[in-house]
């Protein structure tokens, strides 16, 4: 399996709801990475998490949680979003190489609406 | 501060005619440089790394450390790269990698 896969495709949730995306990969990569895409624009990153433990945190919001459970899995859990915060949600992951190939690999995106 | 500028946010060329994308970077350091392609409604994949010097698609990009540039090329565009390129920025930090992206370049190969 040569894929980072997203679930679920699409989300619409209200400014009250809790709600999670999940990443998964079986690559054997061990950095996975949580971005954010807005209409038109590029990546924004927003967590990076290496052999399961998060080494950066781009001053995200706390509405938005990750969990990294195992080397495979990524998950962001979303709780009192707002309107705002509605994106393409992207995952990526990488391998922890030599310096100029790590690479990463993206997922498909989630498309969140925040209503 | 390290950054990425993609100066085109649009590029038209017809058909079997030379392409350039354009990429400079800011970085103080030893810069690590990819180009990404998102074709429309596909996910967001590589096309090259700098450290590579390969061709992909027939596209190519030298890094030019004097002018701290890493431009896109190809001889001949054809329609099927019609896509958003993003040229993107590798960083250390804390042990990790992150990627810096520019803004982007639409490119359209007309009939």
């Known amino acids: 399996d040569t894929e980072v896969t997203q679930t679920p495709k699409h989300l619409v949730m209200g400014m009250t709801n809790k709600k999670s995306l999940k990443c998964e990969q079986h690559m054997g990569h061990r950095a996975m990475y949580w971005y954010k895409q807005k209409a038109k624009k590029p990546p924004e990153l927003m967590f990076v998490?290496?052999?399961?433990?998060?080494?950066i945190n781009e001053s995200v919001p706390s509405r938005f949680s990750p969990e990294c459970p195992n080397s495979s899995l990524l998950n962001l859990h979303l709780h009192a979003l707002q309107p705002e915060d509605s994106a393409l949600y992207l995952c990526?992951?990488?391998?922890?190489?030599?310096?100029?190939?790590?690479?990463?690999?993206f997922g498909p995106g989630t498309r969140l609406t925040v209503l | 501060a390290q950054r990425v500028t993609q100066p085109e946010k649009l590029l038209s060329v017809f058909k079997g005619a030379p392409v350039e994308l354009k990429c400079n970077y800011s970085?103080?350091?030893?810069?690590?440089l990819f180009w990404y392609v998102q074709y429309s409604r596909q996910r967001l994949q590589l096309l090259l790394r700098h450290i590579s010097r390969e061709s992909i698609k027939g596209f190519t990009a030298d890094l030019n450390k004097g002018e701290t540039s890493f431009h896109l090329k190809k001889p001949f565009a054809q329609e099927e790269d019609s896509a958003m390129y993003y040229c993107?920025?590798?960083?250390?930090?804390?042990?990790?990698?992150?990627?810096?992206f520019g803004k982007g370049t639409k490119l359209t190969v007309n009939p």
């Open positions: 970085y103080s350091g030893s810069p690590e």
């Open positions: 993107a920025l590798s960083l250390s930090r804390g042990g990790s990698e992150k990627l810096v």
């Open positions: 990526a992951s990488s391998h922890r190489r030599r310096t100029g190939e790590n690479e990463q690999f």
């Open positions: 998490y290496s052999y399961e433990k998060l080494s």
